[in-house]
């Protein structure tokens, strides 16, 4: 039983069963290994391919030795992603694969590995109008603090979480919970937070938010007023009034800035609530699941009666909400009193447009993480160099074949929206810190100049043929291709 | 950290996923809707404290199998207990021989507890544990590598057969095994005693002190094996045919025990390209024609054991 505490063997926390991993080899589940004295994910290594994205989603083997039909040996179908590829950190080593191939002529290199990213974050865009927080409110998981509020964007909440400050800078269960947090957003799963003294929200990235136990289906166009301004000329000379139910901000044409310009005459309407601004009234109900987030049900009891001194008979008048989802048309009979009609030809498309204009409400995740010293190590003897490479665009930079986005200024600082990566591309390590995919392709040529390690390139071919551990994906087809050269043209 | 377990839904929107730790379950039921919804509902609320009731109980499933040894407390432990005892005096074996079938047999019997079902299977990397009720049937395929999942047999089974449980067993997979078999794969009337068969047996098609097979002691590579150091099969090299029909021989014979001892109901064994097959010897039971909707011509007699290169 000595040999068990050596110091090169590891001891898994992933599961209860606990298991001592030797230097090299991997736990009881085949998930969890051992590389260089590290615990790391080990799942199977995934290759992207773009001639399966039309056909079958997924393709669990490609080690059939009917499938070699050749064809693959060119190359240009199959990209080597760095998810399982596992990393040589924290070793001054070359990265685990570094693997040359034929593409449309020109000789493509593609440096695979994973990093390893204690300084990395992600930051959630959640499409909703609804009040999460205060800005730099604390971000809670488990109780723990794991990022905070940031800057709200139109129509959506903005918040960072993660950060080398709370993954290492913490208590040690700050730094877990962190951890797991990124892990699960990361990979697509469910994660509820707190904001102090706010909202309680479960999200999951591509999915609609869950705030406060209430699901988040559309994003309004606009607020019942600004609904007003974009859709006035439409209405103009079709409808004599218009009101645009909302919790927020219930706009009415014919008070409202947009009506006055185009000289829409005035209706003896009135509102119940608090006006704001001509034409734009609070409060006009309680909040609820009904007409544009209130509670009402019938939008008549919004209204009180109209001014005799300037209704008149036969006024057209249009209650709409804020997504379009609600309705009605009325006119007033000879007492002034609203009577519903069905909706005229001419402004069904109004309505229609405003439905059209509410996106769904989604919850967005970015990976964001800067990639350090000795993971460009990895890549060249000249670490400075591939940062300078990748400034001039020279060195594409994708994560899991997604393409990422690079901040500019010094290092390299990438964002990847993770719905574009394949599934449950990230792990993590006890440090604590996230695991995640990254690849650099590009010229062969361009490698030496820049100091790459040439003599560890290997031909595709050889990559393909070992079989072990490996599973075939089908490209997105919304990514571009990864190994597409570049040209002045091509999308960072 | 401990990685909670995870549910869910296979992209087929069919199949229910379950992982946690080294366990995998790949389920499925046919059925009424609801009583399918009941049944991975409770195959779910089952599943996620598996894994820790039996690391709770570890160090016991991980010692060999004795006549004395203690009886574990958890029921899926006393499954695992119950299907390697037959083997105690004939060779060494612990607990963990049966681990993967028993916990599919627990789920699946969660299952066909909370709601009625036509038909469910529960696969634990390849040891399934299988439902079904009369006119019902399952058609399972059979690979002997998994690095090279090309299939070399498969079969049908109904409920007049008596298998409820299929397990495979070889070097080559997730677990040790003492043997050189590519895979056995047993037939038996639950998944645990599959299992823990497909061990035996897998572990017997052997060619002790050969020099193209490497074999290193199991705590070499895994410190807390529970096979301590006894030497497990890291590589095998060329064989000759004639060596490999000797080494199947030796799995042939300890499946026919098996059989004559009805603990198994029929075993295919797979080495370098050669398949045999072994059925139990009554005609009255179906069980000879299980193997024989597989591409290999089975030879009829008493025993029915071929061989052909694949």
Redesign the interface.
């Known amino acids: 039983m000595t040999d068990v505490f050596r110091p090169d063997t590891v001891r898994c926390d992933a599961c209860p069963v606990l298991c001592y991993i030797k230097r090299g080899h991997a736990g009881a589940c085949d998930r969890y290994a051992n590389i260089e004295g590290q615990l790391v994910r080990v799942d199977p290594h995934i290759l992207l391919d773009r001639a399966k994205s039309q056909g079958t989603p997924l393709v669990p083997f490609l080690e059939r030795e009917g499938d070699w039909d050749g064809k693959i040996m060119k190359g240009q179908d199959t990209f080597v992603t760095a998810i399982g590829a596992g990393t040589t950190y924290p070793d001054y080593k070359p990265a685990p694969f570094i693997v040359s191939s034929e593409v449309e002529g020109v000789d493509m290199v593609t440096v695979v590995t994973e990093g390893i990213f204690s300084y990395c974050g992600v930051k959630l865009k959640i499409d909703t109008d609804r009040h999460l927080g205060a800005e730099r409110n604390l971000v809670r998981a488990q109780g723990e603090p794991v990022g905070h509020v940031t800057t709200a964007e139109y129509g959506s909440q903005m918040l960072s979480l993660g950060g080398v400050h709370h993954l290492t800078g913490g208590t040690k269960s700050e730094g877990r919970v962190t951890c797991e947090t990124l892990l699960d957003l990361c990979n697509g799963k469910d994660v509820e937070l707190a904001i102090d003294q706010g909202a309680s929200i479960r999200v999951a990235a591509g999915q609609p938010p869950v705030v406060n136990g209430q699901r988040e289906e559309r994003m309004r166009v606009g607020c019942g007023s600004a609904t007003i301004g974009m859709f006035a000329k439409q209405w103009f000379g079709k409808v004599d009034d218009v009101v645009v139910v909302d919790d927020h901000i219930t706009g009415v044409l014919s008070e409202h800035q947009a009506g006055k310009l185009l000289g829409v005459r005035e209706t003896g309407i009135a509102i119940h609530g608090r006006r704001s601004t001509p034409g734009r009234y609070f409060q006009v109900a309680e909040p609820g699941t009904g007409w544009g987030g209130t509670n009402i049900s019938d939008p008549l009891t919004i209204l009180k009666a109209f001014k005799p001194k300037f209704a008149w008979p036969h006024l057209r008048l249009l209650m709409v909400s804020t997504t379009g989802e609600q309705y009605a048309y009325y006119e007033l009979d000879e007492e002034l009193r609203p009577v519903e009609k069905e909706l005229p030809e001419g402004l069904k498309e109004s309505v229609a447009r405003i439905r059209e204009n509410c996106e769904p409400a989604l919850t967005t995740v970015l990976f964001m993480g800067g990639a350090g010293g000795s993971l460009r190590a990895g890549v060249t003897e000249n670490p400075v160099r591939l940062t300078e490479s990748v400034k001039r665009k020279l060195t594409r930079v994708t994560c899991g074949g997604a393409p990422a986005y690079i901040w500019p200024g010094g290092g390299i600082t990438f964002m990847v929206d993770v719905t574009r990566m394949p599934e449950n591309a990230f792990g993590y390590v006890p440090t604590p810190a996230l695991v995640a995919p990254i690849e650099f392709t590009l010229k062969k040529d361009d490698y030496a100049v820049l100091g790459g390690h040439v003599d560890y390139v290997r031909p595709l071919a050889a990559v393909l043929e070992e079989k072990e551990r490996r599973r075939q994906l089908a490209s997105l087809p919304q990514n571009p291709w990864p190994l597409k050269p570049y040209t002045a043209s091509s999308e960072s | 950290?401990?990685?909670p377990a995870l549910i869910r839904m296979l992209?087929d929107g069919r199949r229910l996923h379950l992982h946690?730790?080294?366990i995998?379950l790949i389920i499925e039921a046919n059925g009424p809707k609801q009583n399918v919804a009941a049944a991975y509902e409770a195959a779910a609320r089952r599943f996620v404290s598996i894994?820790?009731q039996l690391?709770a109980e570890?160090p016991l499933l991980r010692s060999q199998a004795r006549k004395n040894s203690p009886l574990p407390g958890g029921p899926i432990a006393r499954r695992m207990f119950a299907a390697v005892a037959p083997y105690s005096d004939l060779c060494f074996i612990t607990p963990m021989a049966a681990v993967a079938g028993a916990v599919a047999e627990d789920v699946l019997e969660v299952m066909t507890c909370a709601a009625t079902l036509d038909r469910a299977y529960v696969n634990n990397g390849g040891d399934i544990a299988l439902h079904f009720v009369p006119q019902r049937s399952y058609r399972v395929g059979m690979i002997e590598r998994p690095?090279?999942?090309?299939l070399f047999g498969s079969l049908e089974l109904s409920a007049s057969d008596f298998v409820r449980g299929i397990a495979t067993s070889g070097w080559r997979g997730?677990s040790f095994s003492l043997g050189i078999a590519d895979a056995v794969t047993v037939l038996a009337e639950n998944a645990a005693a599959a299992d823990a068969a497909a061990t035996v047996i897998a572990n017997a098609v052997n060619l002790p002190d050969h020099p193209a097979i490497t074999r290193v002691p199991a705590?070499?590579?895994?410190?807390?094996s529970d096979l301590g150091d006894l030497l497990v099969t890291r590589d095998v090299g060329p064989l000759t045919p004639s060596e490999t029909r000797s080494a199947l021989a030796k799995g042939v014979e300890m499946a026919e025990l098996l059989i004559a001892k009805k603990l198994i109901n029929s075993a295919a064994l797979c080495l370098e390209g050669q398949t045999s097959v072994v059925v139990i010897p009554s005609p009255s039971r179906r069980a000879r024609d299980l193997f024989s909707s597989s591409k290999h011509n089975t030879i009829q007699g008493s025993l029915l054991c071929n061989s052909a290169n694949t």
């Open positions: 950290m401990r990685e992209p946690d730790g080294p995998d894994l820790d690391c570890l690095d090279h999942p090309s997730r705590r070499q590579i895994a410190p807390d």
